[in-house]
């Protein structure tokens, strides 16, 4: 058994436990549940923001912990107000230290479009991410069969909520359904955990151009984002390069400082 098949198998027992805990009547009874989802779509395509999908991470199965004092609150403002089109939040408790508060924190404090980073392979999670606050809910194709991606997907946009469809080779492209609203490129293969940029480059053609693209994982520097640009990239996920530091919100603001410096450059040269 991989690490994937770990997480999924154990995904499938919490989910059983949240059920019985959770009622889906219950959680519809949230504040939340009536509200209108923000487009992260839009978000992405505004040009008075980055692009960039800050995301709020204390560990991973790959690197261990990675920071575990950070407070949701403070670093998700601090995303905002550096320039970030929206948030990432974990909410799998048991590899990536995450909590469904977490999400419910960042959305008392922001307005922006926030997706629910999870592994979800049931209808009642996308129930409890419309309860929690989010607005957009992330499939992976790796985990679901095609089937199971449209199904989900469909659900999740009778909720309101948008579909961030997660893929890492051509094989897992032929999962795009209609539901789908944005499709990214996970450059981190979930079995290995190897990473490579090149791999949003290849898949960059192969997506449709009515979808939005976002590339994921192993975005270092601004340069990256401007490289990934030039194959019609719009949207960026962050989270590791930001959240190893101690202070996660200064360092999205560093770089999107930078970036920005390196995009007027380029445009005063043009």
Same mark, same amino acid.
């Given at each position: 058994m991989n690490i994937l098949e770990e997480i999924i198998a154990h995904k499938k027992k919490e989910i059983a436990?949240?059920?019985?805990? &959770?009622?889906?009547?219950?959680?519809?009874?949230?504040?939340? &549940?009536?509200?209108t989802p923000v487009s992260l779509k839009k978000y992405i395509l505004r040009e008075d923001k980055s692009g960039i999908i800050a995301e709020f991470k204390r560990k991973s199965?790959?690197? @261990? +912990?990675?920071?575990?004092?950070?407070?949701?609150?403070?670093?998700s403002i601090g995303y905002m107000? /550096?320039?970030?089109?929206?948030? *990432?939040?974990?909410?799998?408790t048991q590899y990536f230290g995450g909590r469904s508060e977490d999400l419910t924190v960042a959305r008392k404090f922001n307005f922006c479009p926030i997706l629910r980073k999870d592994f979800i392979i049931d209808e009642y999670q996308i129930i409890e991410a419309k309860s929690i606050g989010a607005d957009v809910i992330l499939l992976i194709a790796?985990?679901?069969?095609?089937? !199971?991606?449209?199904?989900? /997907?469909?659900? /999740?946009?009778?909720?309101?909520?948008?579909?961030?469809? !997660?893929?890492?080779?051509?094989?897992?492209?032929?999962? +795009?359904? $209609?539901?789908v609203d944005l499709v990214g490129v996970n450059n981190r293969d979930?079995?290995?955990?190897?990473?490579?940029?090149?791999?949003?480059?290849?898949?960059? !053609?192969?997506?449709? @151009?009515? #979808?939005?693209?976002?590339?994921? *994982? @192993?975005?270092?520097? $601004?340069?990256?984002?401007?490289?990934?640009?030039?194959? @019609? #990239?719009?949207? #960026?996920? +962050?989270?590791?390069?930001?959240?190893?530091?101690?202070?996660?919100?200064? /360092?999205?603001?560093? #770089?999107?400082?930078?970036l920005s410096e390196i995009e007027e450059r380029d445009y005063a040269k043009a």
């Open positions: 436990e949240r059920k019985s805990l &959770f009622p889906t009547k219950l959680l519809e009874q949230s504040i939340y &549940f009536a509200g199965p790959s690197k @261990g +912990i990675i920071n575990s004092n950070a407070a949701v609150e403070k670093v107000q /550096a320039g970030a089109s929206a948030l *990432s939040i974990l909410t799998d790796a985990v679901l069969e095609e089937p !199971e991606v449209e199904r989900l /997907a469909k659900f /999740a946009r009778s909720l309101g909520l948008e579909v961030l469809l !997660e893929v890492h080779n051509e094989q897992e492209l032929s999962a +795009i359904n $209609p539901y979930l079995t290995t955990f190897k990473v490579d940029l090149a791999t949003s480059v290849a898949l960059s !053609e192969l997506i449709p @151009g009515d #979808f939005v693209k976002v590339s994921e *994982s @192993g975005i270092h520097t $601004p340069e990256d984002i401007v490289e990934l640009k030039k194959h @019609g #990239f719009n949207g #960026f996920l +962050i989270g590791e390069r930001f959240m190893q530091n101690s202070r996660p919100e200064k /360092a999205c603001a560093g #770089f999107i400082e930078r």
